[in-house]
């Protein structure tokens, strides 16, 4: 068991570090892309500001009023200049009188240039305007400043960010494997406990035809060949019992029931098993008044079995009463399975629908039987999409069983 922790815990660790490296390494390829777009479209945007305003002054000039005096809203943070075809200023914002021109560009072009404004370089865009015989061009400057603010602030709550997101990571990946390997330990021991019941169960009979045998072959003057053949017999039809209910078990656990659907009146498989019922030497009484129409869309074989497993059930825990009612309410189908046994008790209502389970370990095996019936009965009642639970029988004072199935048409 310390080995199996310690594999398990293992398996855990590697599992939380795998998943907090692939996600560092999505948050941080995520987060690059995120900057460098964030910053392409920011310096589009101011890109196209200043490509706005420059056509604004173009158009000044191409209306035929000359060169205007041109002015910029923040000196801090935009220039404009027009310059000729040689390259000479012939308008400037006051923030760069005197100095040469600052870029030379063709319209539609752009660039980055120095200027002493600031010390970081200002993006420049050109457009061209026609002033009569002359071509002129307008240059608009402006500085991203904001672009490289904005870029940084997000890159700081990024750097912020991701460590928390990586512990969320780690504690969510932790909390999740932990349930996962829990429920795979679960599942592993419930099979290891499935395969030695069920080697458990079939040694029983095998045993007993071996035991016969042997004494037939010890002893064959006082072996009673008759009797000596219904030993076998009947440990022959336990065993092929108890294989089946596994085969059936397996699939269940493949997802494999195959169920051939068709219209089933359950009513007359609940009288069935009344009658089978009352044929018992030495049975309970069994009370099948409140049973009326009840028709649904399932397998019939699959749902005798239910119905046969439900009478078994209640037949082997009554002192003298079984009641079997059947009714159709709206969309479904109910059966209850009555008995004025001594019940279940509230804390094994769930436990005893799982396999090899006997409330009662002390019983015989012979009448307890295998402590898979009520297994089989709620796989097959899953697969008919239905509920089956245990209760109290309200009139008898033992178990009811209630089975509960869609109306069929």
Known sequence: MADEQRRLWAVRVRTTLIAVLAVGLALIAGGTVLVLLLRIELSNDVRDAARTRAREVAQVIEEGRGVPAVTVTDPDEEFLQVVDRQGKVVAASANIQGLPALARLGHGGSTQVDTPLDEDPFLVVAVTAQDGDRSLTVLDGRTPAGVAEA???VTRMLLVGLPVLLVLAAASTWVAVGRTLRRVARAEAAQRRFVSDASHEL???????????????????????????????????????????????????????RLSRRPVDLDDLVFEEARRLRERQDGPRVDSTGVSAGRVLGDEDALRRVVRNLGENAARHAR???????????????????????????????????????L???????????????????????????TVTV??????????????LPAGP
């Open 151 to 153: 870029t940084s602030t």
């Open 203 to 257: 040694r029983s009979p095998v045993a007993t035809v071996r035991q016969s045998a042997e004494v037939a072959l010890a002893h064959p003057g006082r072996t009673d060949a008759t009797a000596l053949a219904g030993t076998v017999l009947d440990e022959a039809v336990r065993m092929q019992r108890l294989v089946d209910d596994l085969l059936l078990l397996a699939r269940a656990d493949e997802d494999a029931i």
């Open 320 to 358: 003298s009463r079984v009641a079997l009612t059947l009714g159709t309410a709206g969309a479904t189908v109910r059966l209850d399975v009555d008995d004025d046994g001594p019940g279940v008790p509230e804390g094994e209502r769930t436990r005893v629908f799982d396999r090899f389970v006997r």
């Open 360 to 386: 009662d370990e002390a019983r015989a095996r012979g009448a307890g039987g295998a402590g898979l019936g009520l297994a089989i009965v709620a796989e097959l009642v899953a697969a008919h999409e239905g």
């Open 391 to 404: 209760g109290t029988a309200p009139e008898l004072g033992g178990a009811r069983f209630t089975l509960v």
